[in-house]
């Protein structure tokens, strides 16, 4: 990810771009994330159908990666939802054995469109962060 763009500065205080500026590779700063308090829309982005409907997808389309059959754990991977809903930008926060990075990678890439987050009733990008959890019960 890139560095935000250069913002305006006064007495050592860096204002910040608002979120309805923010691109895919403008919200991660130095290897860590923007307080998004500033950035955050009113209405985050949702799955379509909402949590239930997620829970539904990540089910039905994991893979349990065959090269690691005693691996279980959690991926906690970050996305960007683009303003027209459609993913962007995908990174692995907290990984495990590479199968299981790239196969929550996967997961990622291959959703639905999502319903953009709106702020003031306009769509902006949003970051999302999500637990992968891989478990086979023996």
Not at 32 to 45: F, I, K, N, Q, S
Not at 89 to 117: C, H, S, Y
């Amino acid at each position: 990810f890139a560095a935000l763009p250069a913002t305006a500065q006064t007495d050592d205080t860096t204002v910040p771009p608002p979120a309805s500026d923010l691109s895919i590779d403008e919200f991660y700063i130095e290897g860590e994330l923007p307080d998004l308090e500033e950035y955050a829309p009113y209405e985050r982005a949702q799955f379509p159908g909402g949590q239930e409907k997620l829970n539904q997808y990540l089910a039905e389309n994991i893979n349990y990666p065959s090269t690691e059959r005693h691996w279980n754990g959690t991926i906690w991977i970050m996305f960007m939802i683009e303003k027209d809903g459609s993913i962007g930008k995908v990174e692995i926060l907290l990984g495990g054995p590479q199968a299981f990075d790239d196969e929550a990678i996967r997961l990622i890439t291959n959703m639905p469109k999502w319903i953009p987050a709106k702020k003031d009733g306009v769509a902006v990008a949003d970051v999302i962060d999500l637990p992968i959890r891989f478990y086979i019960q023996e």
